[in-house]
C-alpha cells in the first residue's frame, strides 16, 4: 500500500501473544495490511495442542458470522497465517478497537477455542478535504481576531495515523488556530490577523495543509478561497449542539429521522441558512440532508448488524458563508431480521449399522446475526429418527445416535433440523440432512423352509433335479450373496457328493447316480446356505430324498424250485376230497407297494377242472374229489403277477402225482415232463429206490424223536409240503396281504408214515434253527440225522394239516441221455 518495507518489519515485530483466559482464549495483535502466507502466531504451541493430531482432528478456523476468513491453521507447524487481505479501515472504519473474532474448531472430542485478532492501523491513509477548495466570503468589516472555522480534514487511519495538525500558508492576514474536538479529532480556524480592505484586495488564495502523524508522515491540502465582502457580522446559531434520534434497522427509504434547525440575526441574503453535511464519510450515502429544510432522511439501507450507530457533523451557513456546526447521532435499534442459519460443520456418512447409541455422526453450527433475545437461538430435530442433537460448546450441537441402526429395516434417514430464535415474531430455518447407513454382514441366511422333500423315482437319469432349495440374506451387496453347497457327510458308507450335487448359485440339487428302491430308500443330506461377508455368515438345511419304487423286479418263485438238475413231483392221496390242500407256490418280488401284490394263476393243467389254486396265498387246492378216471399224473403251469404298470409276471411248472403209496406208481419211466417223457424211465427207477430207502430211514429217525422227546406228541405230517424258509432272500420285503408268505410265518412241514386217521397238530414260528434249504427230502439219511443231531437239542418244527389224505414230495434226478 505504500509504506516502507520496514515499517511493515516494525509492525510485524509488534505481533505477541496475549495471556490465556481461563477458558482457553488467545489473542494476538497484528498490523494490517499484512501479506498472505504471513505468520501471526504458533496456535498449536500458544494453546499447548498436540501438534501430530491436528490433522486427525481436523483443525480448521472458523468465524463466527461465516463471512471473509481472514486466518488459517497450518496443520502441519500449527503456525496461525493470514490468509485473506486484512484493511483495518474496511473493517472497523473509526472504530478505536478492531478486532477480527475467529475461533479454533478440533473434533473427535469437540473442541472449541475463541481467537481475538487485534488488527493495528499503519499509516496507508493519506488526510483529504471534503471539497477541493474551501470558499469564504469575508466581510472586510471583520475585527482583528475573528475566527473562520475551516473544514476538517479526514484520515482513514485512527490514532497518531490520524490527522494530527494543520498548517497555513504564510499570509499578510490570516493564522491558523488548530483545535481539538471532544472525540480527539484536529480541525483549524482561520483567524483574521489583519482587518481586510476590500478595495486593496478583493480575494485572497491560502493553502492549507493537513497531516497525519504516522511515519513517514503524509498530508493532504486544499485551497481556501476567500472572498472580501461587506460586513456580514452574525452567523447562523444551531437550536441543539448535539442531535439525537433513533432508529429501527431495515427502515423504508425517504424516512424522516429528524430535523436539524439553525437561525440567523441577520436579514436579507444573510440570514439565508442552507445545511450540509460537514465531513467526508459514506453516511450520505445512507442518510440525505435536505439543505434548505433540515430534514435528515433515509437514503440506503439501514441494517444494525453492520453499524449499530451513526455519528454526523452537519453544517448551517448563512448566505454569506458564515457558519456553525452540531453533532447528529442516529442509534440503530436491531430488529428480528435474520433468521437463524444451520451450518454442516462435519457429518460421518454413511454410518456403519453397528455403531453403538450415543455415538457422534456430525456437528452442526446455528448462527444467528440479530443480538440479545434475537439471537437466541433453539435446535430441535424431528421425532421418529433414532438421532438427538446434543448442546455442546457456544452455538455447537452433536448430532448423535439414540438407538441401534438396521440397514435391513431402514437404509437413508432424511434428518430435518430447525432451528428457532426468541424474536417477536420468532424466525425459524431448517436444514435437511440425508444419513446412509452402511451395511454390516449381520444376518446370516434364511431359507425359506425349515425343511425340504424331494422326491424321485428310482432308476432315474443321472444329473436330474430333484429339487430347489432357496435362502434369503436381507444384506446388501457381497453381504447378501448366497452360495450353496453341500455339507460333507455320507450316505451308506459312500460320499454324499457321489449321490447329490447342488448348484453353488441357484441352489437346484442335481442327482449324481441313478437310484435303486431296493437298495435306498430314502437318505437326508444338509445343505450349507453360506454369504460372501467377511466374517462370513451360513446355515443349514435338511433336505430328505424319498425314492419312489418302479416296477422294475419280475416276481421270483421260491417254490417250487427252478427247473435244473432235478425237479420235484408231489404225491396226492386217491382218496383227497374237494378243498383239500395239495401244495403251494410261494413267490417273492424285489418291489413294494401294489408293484408287489402278487396274484396267482394256472395258464395250463393236465386236468383243468381238477385243481384250482389261490389267487392271492398261491395255495393249490382240488376242487372235487379225486376219482379213478383221472389220470395219475398231473402237470400244472401256474403264473405270478405282480400288480405293477405295466405288469411283470414269472411262471412255473409243478407236477403232481395221484397214489396212495410209492408202490402203486407205474413205471417211473412214464412219470416225466410233458417235453421229456421218453427220457425218465430209469429215473424213476431210481428215484423209488431211493425213496424207499428215504423212508425206512425217516421212520427210524422219527422212533427216535419220539423216544427222546416222550412228552411231545408224535409227529404226524398229513397234507403238508416242506418248504425251507432258506428259500427266501433276506433282502425281501415283507408284504401282508400280497400273497408273499411272511418269513416270520413260513411252516416246515415233514412227512411221516403215520395212520391217515391221526389228527393232530401243532404250529410254531420259523426260527433260524429251522432245517435250512439244502437239507430238503433229496437228503440222504444219513444227512437228515446230522441235521437233527442230539434230540434234546433239536429245534421246534411246526406241522400244518388242512387235509387227513397225506401227500409227498418225489425228488426225481434228470436221467441222462
Not at 408202490?663 to 425218465?680: G, H, M, Q, T, W
Request: proline share 5%; hydrophobic share 35%.
Amino acid at each position: 500500500m505504500g509504506y516502507s518495507r520496514f515499517a511493515l518489519l516494525c509492525g510485524l515485530a509488534c505481533i505477541f501473544l496475549a495471556l490465556h483466559s481461563v477458558s482457553g482464549d488467545v489473542s494476538y495483535s497484528i498490523p494490517e495490511e499484512m501479506k498472505r502466507g504471513s505468520v501471526i502466531g504458533n496456535i498449536a504451541k500458544d494453546l499447548g495442542l498436540d501438534l501430530g493430531r491436528l490433522s486427525a482432528r481436523k483443525a480448521r478456523i472458523d468465524t463466527e458470522d461465516n463471512n471473509v476468513q481472514y486466518s488459517g491453521v497450518n496443520l502441519n507447524t500449527g503456525d496461525l497465517i493470514v490468509q485473506e487481505r486484512i484493511d483495518r479501515e474496511g473493517l472497523c472504519a473509526k472504530k478505536a478497537s478492531c478486532v477480527l473474532k475467529q475461533e479454533l474448531v478440533l473434533e473427535n472430542p469437540l473442541e472449541l477455542h475463541r481467537i481475538s485478532i487485534r488488527v493495528q492501523d499503519i499509516n496507508d491513509n493519506s488526510p483529504q478535504f471534503k471539497e477541493e477548495s474551501l470558499k469564504f466570503e469575508i466581510r472586510e468589516s471583520a475585527v482583528k481576531g475573528a475566527r473562520f472555522l475551516l473544514d476538517e480534514a479526514h484520515d482513514g487511519d485512527i490514532g497518531e495515523n490520524a490527522v494530527q495538525g494543520y498548517s497555513l500558508e504564510q499570509n499578510d492576514h490570516f493564522k491558523l488556530n488548530v483545535n481539538t474536538k471532544s472525540g480527539g479529532r484536529k480541525y483549524g480556524e482561520l483567524i483574521l490577523d489583519k482587518e481586510l480592505d476590500r478595495e486593496e484586495k478583493r480575494e485572497i488564495m491560502l493553502l492549507l495543509t493537513a497531516v497525519d502523524g504516522g511515519s513517514p508522515q503524509r498530508s493532504g491540502t486544499v485551497v481556501i478561497h476567500v472572498t472580501v465582502l461587506d460586513a456580514n457580522d452574525n452567523v447562523p446559531v444551531f437550536s441543539q449542539t448535539v442531535y439525537k434520534a433513533s432508529l429501527p434497522e431495515n427502515a423504508p427509504l425517504d424516512t424522516v429521522v429528524i430535523t436539524v434547525s439553525a437561525t440567523d440575526a441577520d436579514e436579507g441574503l444573510n440570514s439565508e441558512i442552507t445545511y450540509g453535511f460537514d465531513h467526508v464519510s459514506d453516511e450520505n450515502q445512507v442518510f440525505s440532508l435536505n439543505v434548505k429544510t433540515g430534514e435528515v432522511k433515509v437514503a440506503g439501507s439501514i441494517d444494525y448488524e453492520k453499524e449499530s450507530a451513526y455519528e454526523m457533523q452537519i453544517s448551517a451557513k448563512d448566505g454569506l458563508g458564515l457558519a456553525s456546526y452540531a453533532t447528529l447521532i442516529i442509534e440503530i435499534t436491531d430488529m428480528n431480521d435474520n433468521a437463524p442459519v444451520i451450518y454442516l460443520k462435519s457429518l460421518s456418512n454413511p454410518i456403519p449399522e453397528n455403531v453403538p447409541p450415543g455415538t457422534e455422526v456430525g456437528i452442526i453450527n446455528v448462527q444467528d446475526r440479530d443480538s440479545e433475545s434475537n439471537r437466541q437461538v433453539r435446535c430441535s430435530i424431528q421425532q421418529g429418527a433414532p438421532f438427538k442433537l446434543v448442546p455442546s460448546i457456544k452455538n455447537y450441537y452433536s448430532l448423535v445416535t439414540t438407538g441401534h441402526l438396521d440397514r435391513e429395516l431402514v437404509s437413508i434417514y432424511n434428518i430435518t433440523i430447525t432451528a428457532a430464535d426468541e424474536g417477536s415474531p420468532p424466525l425459524s430455518s431448517s436444514k435437511t440432512v440425508e444419513l446412509s447407513v452402511a451395511d454390516i454382514n449381520d444376518n446370516p441366511p434364511v431359507f425359506e423352509e425349515q425343511s425340504y422333500s424331494a422326491y424321485v423315482a428310482e432308476n432315474n437319469k443321472p444329473g436330474s433335479t430333484l429339487c430347489s432349495v432357496t435362502a434369503r440374506d436381507p444384506d446388501w451387496r457381497q453381504n447378501g450373496t448366497v452360495i450353496y453347497s453341500l455339507l460333507v457327510g455320507e450316505v451308506n458308507g459312500a460320499p454324499v457328493s457321489s449321490y447329490l450335487s447342488v448348484n453353488g448359485d441357484t441352489g437346484v440339487i442335481h442327482a449324481v447316480r441313478s437310484f435303486d428302491y431296493e437298495q435306498l430308500r430314502s437318505f437326508k443330506v444338509h445343505v450349507i446356505a453360506r454369504d460372501n461377508g467377511s466374517p462370513p455368515l451360513s446355515s443349514n438345511v435338511t433336505v430328505s430324498v424319498f425314492i419312489s419304487d418302479v416296477n422294475d423286479n419280475s416276481p421270483q418263485i421260491l417254490y417250487p424250485a427252478p427247473e435244473g438238475n432235478s425237479f420235484m413231483t408231489e404225491l396226492v392221496p386217491k382218496a383227497a376230497h374237494g378243498g383239500s390242500l395239495v401244495s403251494k407256490v410261494i413267490a417273492v418280488d424285489a418291489d413294494s407297494g401294489q408293484n408287489a401284490w402278487l396274484s396267482y394263476h394256472i395258464v395250463k393243467s393236465t386236468d383243468p377242472g381238477l385243481f384250482t389254486i389261490g389267487v392271492h396265498s398261491g395255495e393249490i387246492r382240488t376242487q372235487r374229489d379225486i376219482s379213478e378216471s383221472d389220470s395219475m399224473k398231473q402237470n400244472l403251469i401256474v403264473a405270478v403277477k405282480d400288480n405293477g404298470q405295466p405288469s411283470l409276471s414269472a411262471t412255473c411248472s409243478m407236477y403232481l402225482l395221484i397214489s396212495d403209496n410209492l408202490a402203486e406208481v407205474p413205471e417211473l419211466k412214464d412219470i416225466s415232463y410233458d417235453e421229456k417223457n421218453s427220457k425218465l424211465t430209469s429215473y424213476l427207477i431210481i428215484a423209488l429206490v431211493s425213496v424207499s430207502t428215504f423212508f425206512l430211514t425217516f421212520i427210524i429217525i422219527i422212533l427216535g424223536v419220539r423216544f427222546c422227546r416222550r412228552r411231545k406228541p408224535r409227529l404226524l405230517f398229513d397234507g403238508a409240503v416242506a418248504i425251507p424258509s432258506a428259500y427266501l432272500p433276506p433282502n425281501y420285503a415283507d408284504v401282508d396281504g400280497t400273497g408273499t408268505l411272511r418269513s416270520t410265518y413260513n411252516y416246515d412241514a415233514y412227512l411221516t408214515t403215520g395212520s391217515r386217521t391221526s389228527d393232530f397238530k401243532f404250529v410254531t414260528s420259523y426260527n433260524d434253527n429251522t432245517l435250512p434249504a439244502d437239507q430238503t427230502l433229496r437228503k440222504s439219511p444219513t444227512d437228515f440225522a446230522a441235521a437233527f443231531g442230539d434230540c434234546d437239542d433239536s429245534p421246534k418244527v411246526g406241522t400244518v394239516v388242512t387235509s387227513r389224505l397225506p401227500f409227498y414230495t418225489l425228488m426225481i434226478p434228470p436221467i441222462p441221455l
